[in-house]
């Protein structure tokens, strides 16, 4: 059988967490969600071994990277041995965590295991700012002490700051803090609606008027101090020229191809990314190679929006993030919640 | 799986652009076409076409179906690939236009036609595109960073300590990081590849040391440099 290459594999090591954040895109946080919320591992102490599962993987499958969140990945005792197993086998790891777990002791032995990038949220400069959007007071000192651990075993941080109406106005400062505690780069992630976020739409989707500022502020920020600043939830040409923020990085949706992050949850489900609830197959089932073939990816990877039919930049931005689309509007093809909310203000590039 | 006339087209040029080898990568392009029951049953055995394929428009056709393969070197570059996308998939559909004004073909043949290289031309610009949402920043490897880089995190921090009121030993341990990497910059040359020469000896006895073990020693002049260091960009002063 021949091997697959992907840039990264996302895989969810549990549905549990410990916060309560109002943006989370975590499918099964939304509002009325009918299906298994996950298991409680905090609860139980106990979770079901993993170590199957990226065997699987990794027998068919070569990834650079090997993404691991939740939930709350470290409520899983067993982290660092998944870790080890992992970097044992190739791939680096990036960790996706809120750091309130990650002690001086653990940060050091998940370092050491092999954790190649910690990725953390820091949502504010001001403590009350985010713990309320972490629904979890001690939130902040939790991130900076974990950022402070990192710094000082040697590790790599990441900052990911998400721009809601709450806090976009914070920006700046928080990417002072960020570079004080040694992060080597932030993700500018717009508030992308899915999960709980979905009952905080209104109160958290900022304006384009927000966003655009926004960028200006950490376009300065990094060009002084020379941080890399990614934004990694997709910004619409139409509404926001990216030529004008020349030290930012920016994406678009890449489901389907070598640069997709396919995620893949403790029971098996393949999904193309960790926004949507699109179960492409089991990977106890089927091969990943026919998990996601191409006539399996057609209906998410096809999906446009009517109002980008002729614009010039519809194999690109693909009207931003379907996902959200999805979760949202219940279709693929819909105008995601930035880009329908400023509709008016769009202004397509026509082919 | 049912798959409706535009998907399967769609689906045909994935699968022959996958044949042509056109660079798309990954195994899961090759997947053949799934079986269409719903094929009337005169159609369900392929037929061989009528046409003449000696013609120049047909040949035409042909090298943009093996040019696809060029296309997933451009595609590297997202503005220039882009630019190839869109020119390959324009030539295509004049190509076609030649070929049924010259009535070699029928028009809805090629309408269909141009569905199925317009999806292989994307799906192959589309695997080598440079495009993510996921960490499109090339964040460097770990590498001590340099003095005035510290120097500035040193400031910042202390900065940001007042304004956002954060927990002291937080900001203590935080400190102490950037003074022992600033130390680290502050020893000579030849004691920092002393270090590097320690850590490499011990990865190729392919047992890396713990942490604690390849700690830099750090001589207390080199401490004092850099706390001084820190003191007078943060005009504070001693004692």
């Known amino acids: 059988m021949s091997r697959i290459f992907l840039q990264s594999v996302i895989l969810e090591v549990t549905r549990s967490c410990n916060h309560a954040c109002l943006h989370c895109y975590n499918f099964w946080s939304a509002p009325g969600y009918a299906g298994q919320a996950g298991l409680d591992v905090a609860a139980e102490g106990h979770c079901a071994p993993l170590e199957p599962l990226l065997e699987r993987l990794l027998e068919q499958v070569t990834c650079r990277t090997l993404v691991l969140t939740g939930g709350e990945p470290l409520l899983r005792p067993d982290l660092p041995q998944l870790v080890e197993f992992i970097a ?42 985010h713990d309320a959007l972490s629904g979890a007071s001690g939130a902040f000192d939790a991130v900076l002490a974990a950022l402070a651990h990192i710094r000082k075993h040697r590790g790599q941080a990441v900052a990911v700051f998400v721009a809601t109406k709450r806090n976009i106005a914070d920006l700046g400062e928080t990417l002072k803090l960020a570079y004080a505690f040694g992060a080597r780069g932030v993700m500018f992630n717009r508030f992308n609606p899915g999960g709980r976020g979905l009952a905080h739409l209104e109160e958290l989707l900022p304006t384009l008027g927000q966003v655009r500022e926004a960028l200006g502020v950490a376009e300065r920020a990094a060009t002084a101090l020379g941080l890399p600043i990614s934004c990694s939830i997709p910004l619409q040409p139409c509404l926001i020229d990216m030529s004008e923020y020349p030290h930012l990085w920016h994406g678009f ?46 209906p998410f990877v096809s999906a446009l929006p009517a109002f980008c039919a002729s614009c010039r930049h519809r194999a690109t931005c693909q009207g931003g993030c379907k996902a959200a689309a999805q979760v949202c509007y219940g279709d693929l093809s819909a105008e995601e919640p930035f880009l329908r909310t400023n509709l008016a203000s769009a202004r397509p590039a026509r082919a | 799986m049912r798959l409706d006339r535009r998907e399967f087209m769609r689906a045909v040029g994935v699968a022959l652009a996958g044949l042509t080898g056109a660079g798309c990568g990954g195994a899961a392009c090759y997947v053949p076409l799934p079986p269409t029951p719903s094929l009337p049953a005169g159609l369900a055995t392929p037929t061989e076409p009528t046409v003449s394929f000696a013609g120049a428009g047909w040949q035409r056709l042909r090298e943009l179906w093996y040019s696809l393969d060029a296309l997933s070197e451009k595609a590297k570059d997202l503005e220039a690939g882009q630019r190839a996308l869109e020119e390959l998939v324009r030539e295509h559909e004049d190509a076609l236009r030649s070929l049924v004004e010259a009535r070699e073909l029928n028009a809805n043949v090629a309408d269909e036609m141009q569905v199925a290289f317009s999806e292989a031309a994307w799906h192959v610009w589309r695997k080598g595109a440079p495009i993510t949402c996921y960490l499109p920043a090339p964040y460097p490897d770990y590498e001590l960073q340099g003095r005035s880089d510290l120097q500035r995190q040193a400031e910042l921090l202390e900065e940001m300590a007042k304004t956002s009121q954060i927990d002291e ?18 020893l000579a040359e030849e004691k920092r590849d002393a270090i590097r020469k320690q850590v490499m000896e011990a990865g190729d006895r392919a047992s890396w040391p713990k942490l604690a073990e390849i700690e830099l020693e750090i001589p207390p002049e080199c401490r004092e440099a850099a706390e001084i260091l820190v003191a007078l960009l943060l005009q504070r002063d001693g004692g």
Do not use: M
């Open chain 2, 169 to 186: 030993a937080t900001v203590a341990e935080a400190r102490a990081a950037i003074e022992r990497d600033l130390a680290y910059l502050t």
């Open chain 1, 253 to 298: 949706c890449a489901a389907g191809s070598q640069r997709a992050y396919y995620t893949i949850d403790p029971s098996g489900d393949v999904r193309p990314c960790n926004h949507t609830p699109t179960v492409l197959g089991n990977l106890w089932q089927e091969p990943f190679a026919a998990i996601i073939s191409p006539e399996r990816l057609f």
């Open chain 1, 88 to 129: 044992r086998r190739g791939p680096k790891v990036n960790l996706i965590t809120n750091g309130h777990l990650l002690s001086e002791a653990l940060t050091a032995r998940l370092i050491e295991a092999g954790v190649t990038i910690f990725e953390l949220p820091l949502l504010s400069f001001r403590r009350e700012v």
